[in-house]
C-alpha cells in the first residue's frame, strides 16, 4: 500500500499552465505504475495519464495528448503532471493513483489514492 498527497491544484486562465505534483509514502513507490485521473462536476471519474514504474513508458488520454505530460522522479517518491494549454474543459478535480498493472486506465485497476487537487481553468 502507498499514501498519495497531491498538490499544486489552482485557479488559471484558459491557454495558462500548471503543475500537478503527487508525493507518494512508501518503500515500494518505484514498483508502482502511476497514473492521474480527473473528475468534473456530474461527470465519472476518468483516466488522463499514466507512467511505468521506471518512468520509461507514458499513455495518455486522447483529450489531454499533447498538452500533458506525466513523469516521475523516484529518489523523491513523486509523480507530476505537467498541464499546458489548458482549457475550461479541464476544469475537474485530478487524482493521482497506483495500481501494479501496466496500461491501467480504469479506476477499479488502481489500488490507492489520494484525496484530489482543485483544477479550474477560466475562459
Known amino acids: 500500500q502507498v499514501q498519495l498527497v497531491e498538490s499544486g491544484g489552482g485557479l488559471v486562465q484558459a491557454g495558462g499552465s500548471l503543475r500537478l505534483s503527487c508525493a507518494a509514502s512508501?518503500?515500494?513507490?518505484?514498483?508502482?505504475?502511476m497514473g492521474w485521473f480527473r473528475q468534473a462536476p456530474g461527470k465519472e471519474r476518468e483516466f488522463v495519464a499514466a507512467i511505468s514504474w521506471r518512468g520509461g513508458s507514458t499513455y495518455y488520454a486522447d483529450s489531454v495528448k499533447g498538452r500533458f505530460t506525466i513523469s516521475r522522479d523516484n529518489a523523491k517518491n513523486t509523480v507530476y503532471l505537467q498541464m499546458n494549454s489548458l482549457k475550461p474543459e479541464d476544469t475537474a478535480v485530478y487524482y493521482c493513483?497506483?495500481?501494479?498493472?501496466?496500461?491501467?486506465?480504469?479506476?477499479?485497476?488502481?489500488?490507492?489514492w489520494g484525496q484530489g487537487t482543485q483544477v479550474t481553468v477560466s475562459a
Open positions: 493513483a497506483a495500481t501494479t498493472y501496466w496500461r491501467a486506465i480504469l479506476t477499479l485497476e488502481y489500488d490507492d
Open positions: 512508501g518503500r515500494t513507490f518505484s514498483t508502482y505504475t
